[in-house]
Every structure is written in structure tokens, then in C-alpha cells.
Nanobody, 115 residues
Framework: QVQLVESGGGLVQAGGSLRLSCAAS????????MAWYRQVPGKQRELVAR???????NYLDSVKGRFTISRDYAKNTVFLQMNSLKPEDTAVYYC?????????WGQGTQVTVTS
């Protein structure tokens, strides 16, 4: 069982930045996928950014050029740098990992962007 713990969420004004962190309880070196999703009440959870074991990276169209996903193997941590934040980025952000065909989710961290 792998535990994922997110941190870094908070309240920020539009145009500001936040950096989310997702610390895994096990090595992420063997992870097939590390990703960030977000969800607002009444809507489906959506993929924001993902990075594969082969370092392929994908972003939600609306965050391209503003968000950057990265990972630190030494710290078993995945990051989501979010710049030029917009009110529509407000959501609970979840860390996701697929390791050895098992899927894991973090508990989520709230990001609120005010106009």
C-alpha cells in the first residue's frame, strides 16, 4: 500500500502562484504514472497533468503554459507548479499514482483562487 500526501494548497489571488507537493510513502521510481487531478463540486474529476515513467508529460489544455509537473526521485515527491492562477482553477487537487498496476490517490488539497 502506497500513501500519497498532498500539501501546498491554499488561498491565492488571481495571477498568483502555488506549488503543490505529493509525497509518496514508497519509491516513485517504478511508478508508471504520476499525475494531478482536480475536482469541483458537482463535476467530474479531471486530469490536470501527468508524467509517465518514460517522462512523457501531458497537460489539460486550459493549464498549458501555466502549470508544470515535475518529480524528485530522491524525495519520492511529485510537484505541480501553478502560475498565473485563475479563479477557474479553484478546486480540490488530488495526487494520483499508478505503481505496479495499482492505483493510489491522495486525500486532496484545496486550491482557491480569488478574483
Amino acid at each position: 500500500q502506497v500513501q500519497l500526501v498532498e500539501s501546498g494548497g491554499g488561498l491565492v489571488q488571481a495571477g498568483g502562484s502555488l506549488r503543490l507537493s505529493c509525497a509518496a510513502s514508497a519509491s516513485i521510481f517504478s511508478a508508471d504514472v504520476m499525475a494531478w487531478y482536480r475536482q469541483v463540486p458537482g463535476k467530474q474529476r479531471e486530469l490536470v497533468a501527468r508524467i509517465t515513467s518514460g517522462s512523457n508529460i501531458n497537460y489539460l489544455d486550459s493549464v498549458k503554459g501555466r502549470f508544470t509537473i515535475s518529480r524528485d526521485y530522491a524525495k519520492n515527491t511529485v510537484f505541480l507548479q501553478m502560475n498565473s492562477l485563475k479563479p477557474e482553477d479553484t478546486a480540490v487537487y488530488y495526487c494520483f499514482s499508478e505503481i505496479e498496476l495499482q492505483s493510489y490517490w491522495g486525500q486532496g488539497t484545496q486550491v482557491t483562487v480569488t478574483s
